[in-house]
């Protein structure tokens, strides 16, 4: 898929998300007016949302967000009219502190810097890869696989380390030793 340029964008749109609600800072391709909007976290109003920007400007639409995936990412990826941009956090909190030196966070205030950024340097910004339903979920399950990996490791330590301090010299010859009741196959 070829990267589009600015002309092919008939609008572009920054999100602030949050657990109950979105902010968002929208602006038409050849307009310099910015709109401010709200909506629940809630799949019929993030639908009606996405809806309603179709109608109104076609598409593509570039959407600028922090995430890279969750339900926000997923909701708006099934919408092949937006091309979602991924900014990092760390690059938003920085934007804004180069205008509020207090580092206060404002929502709506957010989502216009994310918007600006889009705007400013997309060159520097990579679109979002669709994945299906499928990729999503094998994609979850690895993630969760991790996790539980690293529980592991985590809690057969701090166990190792406990019976360090009860037995010391049981366990003094090898910090590296598993005791045999945690031994895996």
């Known amino acids: 898929m070829k990267p589009l340029s600015d002309d092919e964008f008939t609008a572009f749109i920054g999100i602030d998300w949050a657990d109950r609600k979105h902010d968002i800072c929208l602006q038409g391709a ?19 949302w996405a809806i309603s920007m179709r109608q109104r400007f076609g598409g593509p639409i570039a959407v600028a967000l922090e995430l890279t995936k969750g339900p926000l990412v997923y909701a708006l990826q099934k919408y092949d009219f937006f091309v979602l941009f991924p900014i990092n956090p760390a690059t938003l909190a920085k934007y804004r502190e180069a205008f509020k030196p207090s580092r206060a966070k404002d929502d709506p205030t957010d989502a216009e810097h994310a918007l600006e950024l889009l705007m400013h340097h997309r060159d520097r910004l990579d679109a979002l890869n669709r994945r299906g339903v499928p990729m999503r979920t094998l994609l979850h399950l690895v993630e969760q696989r991790r996790r539980v990996v690293d529980d592991k490791t985590r809690f057969t330590n701090r166990l190792g380390y406990a019976l360090k301090q009860y037995f010391p010299r049981r366990w003094s010859g090898s910090t590296t030793r598993t005791p045999s009741c945690f031994a895996t196959s």
Request: proline share 0%; no cysteine; glycine share 6%.
């Open 30 to 48: 050849h307009g310099e007016r910015r709109e401010f909007a709200r909506i629940e976290h809630k799949v019929d109003a993030i639908d009606q």
